[in-house]
């Protein structure tokens, strides 16, 4: 087992702190020079973190030799917490949702800093009402969600100065709803000293955020469409009830069982839950297991895949409770219903296990309900992390992602469209191939554990 401080959580913290600052510096300043080095000391920020979470998360075991706690009695007097692994796939998701989002901001842009636009600011960029003086085509584009026209116009700018002497008629595009006509007026960003740079005829907002301002409003609806998700996650993880509490779906039915068991090892076991009202039965999930042995036979405690059992099982090794399940007459043998692990110590660890068919299972002994009165409050702890083996491949997919950010933001890719797309779509996907890759090694990890017990 490996203990979580003030320190791990305060890495979580900076790491997360330095992936907000990056998307909070794009927002602030879109367009910018390379190397953007306000989004570098992000990125060193963040990495330092992880790399001190892993190492003081990872690098001090905590003893075997368990610490007094209350009776499970006097620890329902207390604060009742709620199993916090049934949350962490919900957390995994907030996670894996909300890292695009800086990567968004970034795709605009690195898409917005073009040979173009970097010509037009080293000669005087002004931004100006222009008026088209001649469309050489438009075309029809369609998208997901919106349809659009984009046209090659000619424009002439405004006479200025007292020569009344306009400027040379300058070439570019625009996108707008219908087919522009001459005499269309549009905000143009170009080159004053540089006609041969073109314009580039967008709207106000976007053509200042081009200049070095903040992100224009076109960019934040689209930052704030895609926030949808994140938000989902984070309300479907951050709910009341997204955990549930030590005796859900254990006590109160009436037909609870008890077993005096005794921590004998880890293994693997399948967990096929029972259906929900009439949905379809789903399929089974290969779950780290506790070993628990009994005067009258063996159980098994199925646990979430988030939990290695190795380490648990050795910091918990010969500790002795009670199990604790409510099976119900319709329950087929091959199920798994919810349980309930209280030691001696006061400690409890939730999971479910197999219904099996005794006496290969033990039956256990019929408890009343009232023993929901001695719910306990401490689960146990500290967190476990998995074998380093399990991360290693997936190690790889999130640093080749992190490496993919870097080159972006150094300006690797500038100008060249093949490139910049290849890091991007590395970035956007290293991290949910990464936790693909871990969940599959996890599975590998679990079939060795049960073809050794």
């Given at each position: 087992m490996r203990e979580r401080d003030w320190g791990t959580a305060l890495a979580t913290a900076v790491a997360w702190g330095g992936g907000a600052t990056f998307l909070i510096c794009l927002l602030v300043r879109k367009v910018a020079p390379y190397p953007r080095w306000d989004l570098l000391a992000c990125l060193v920020v963040s990495a330092g973190a992880v790399l001190a979470w892993w190492l003081r998360a990872s690098g001090r075991p905590v003893p075997a030799a368990p610490a007094t706690f209350p009776s499970p009695r006097l620890a329902s007097m207390g604060r009742r917490t709620r199993w916090w692994p049934e949350r962490r796939l919900a957390f995994v998701l907030l996670a894996l949702t909300a890292l695009p989002l800086p990567l968004v901001m970034l795709f605009l842009s690195t898409t917005a800093s073009t040979p173009q636009l970097a010509a037009i600011l080293a000669h005087h960029p002004r931004i100006s009402?222009?008026?088209?003086?001649?469309?050489?085509?438009?075309?029809?584009?369609?998208?997901?969600n919106y349809r659009y026209y984009e046209s090659a116009v000619t424009v002439t700018i405004a006479a200025t100065g007292r020569s009344g002497k306009g400027t040379p008629r300058l070439n570019g595009t625009v996108q707008t709803s219908q087919p522009p006509r001459p005499g269309d007026r549009f905000p143009g960003?170009?080159?004053?000293?540089?006609?041969?740079?073109?314009?580039?005829?967008?709207r106000r907002a976007e053509l200042r955020a081009l200049l070095g301002g903040p992100a224009g409003p076109g960019d934040l609806a689209m930052l704030a469409l895609y926030s949808l998700f994140p938000m989902a996650c984070a309300v479907a993880a951050l709910r009341t009830r997204a955990a549930p509490l030590a005796a859900d779906g254990v006590f109160g039915d009436g037909g609870t069982r008890m077993l005096r068991v005794r921590l004998a090892g880890a293994g693997a076991g399948d967990r096929l839950r029972r259906p929900a009202g009439a949905s379809k039965q789903a399929g089974s999930v290969l779950s780290p297991a506790l070993?628990?042995?009994?005067?009258?036979?063996n159980r098994d405690l199925l646990l979430e895949r988030c939990l290695d059992p190795v380490p648990l099982a050795d910091a918990l090794k010969g500790g002795q409770g009670?199990?604790?399940?409510?099976?119900?007459?319709?329950?087929r043998s091959e199920w798994s219903t919810p349980a309930l692990l209280v030691l001696d110590d006061g400690r409890y660890v939730r999971g479910a296990t197999p219904i099996g068919t005794p006496p290969e299972a033990p039956a256990g002994e019929p408890v009343e309900a009232p023993l929901l009165d001695m719910e306990p409050s401490r689960p146990v702890g500290p967190y476990t992390l998995w074998q380093p083996q399990v991360y290693k491949q997936g190690l790889v997919c999130f640093a080749a992602a992190f490496v993919a950010v870097v080159l972006l933001v150094s300006g690797v890719g500038y100008g060249g469209e093949v490139l910049r797309n290849g890091c991007l779509m590395v970035a956007a996907a290293g991290p949910t191939v990464g936790v693909v890759v871990i969940g599959r090694q996890r599975t590998c990890y679990l079939r060795g554990l049960k073809q050794r017990s």
């Open positions: 009402e222009v008026t088209v003086a001649q469309v050489h085509h438009s075309y029809l584009k369609n998208s997901r960003l170009y080159a004053a000293d540089d006609p041969a740079a073109g314009i580039i005829l967008d070993r628990l042995a009994s005067s009258s036979g009670r199990l604790y399940w409510a099976p119900k007459a319709e329950d």
